[in-house]
Nanobody
Framework: QVQLVESGGGLVQAGGSLRLSCAASGRTFSISTMGWFRQAPGKEREFVGRVTWTTGRTYYADSVKGRFTISADNAKNTVYLQMNSLKPEDTAVYFC?????????????WGQGTQVTVSS
């Protein structure tokens, strides 16, 4: 099993920045891909981006491309989501996920989420 714990959420004004962290523990050797998702009230969960654990290669949703950056620190088993130029529409609960394959979905593990609120 793999446990994922997100942190770093909070309230920020539009145009500001936040950095989310997702710490993995347990059978971390089984992780190939880490991803970030978000879910706004009344909306479906939305893919934000992902990083391949071994290569560091990233992929982003168009809605966040150029504003959000995902990075991984393998030594700390932690993945980060740097969010810049935040907009009110970025308000959501942000989740990290882990997959045991480089091709995802499926995502095998999920964190509990951290709230990000962007005020206008």
């Amino acid at each position: 099993q793999v446990q994922l714990v997100e942190s770093g959420g909070g309230l920020v004004q539009a145009g500001g920045s936040l950095r989310l962290s997702c710490a993995a523990s347990g059978r971390t050797f089984s992780i190939s891909t880490m991803g970030w998702f978000r879910q706004a009230p009344g909306k479906e969960r939305e893919f934000v981006g992902r990083v391949t654990w071994t290569t560091g290669r990233t992929y982003y949703a168009d809605s966040v491309k150029g504003r959000f950056t995902i990075s991984a620190d393998n030594a700390k088993n932690t993945v980060y989501l740097q969010m810049n130029s935040l907009k009110p529409e970025d308000t959501a609960v942000y989740f990290c996920a882990a997959g045991s394959k480089t091709i995802v979905p499926p995502w095998d593990y999920w964190g509990q989420g951290t709230q990000v609120t962007v005020s206008s």
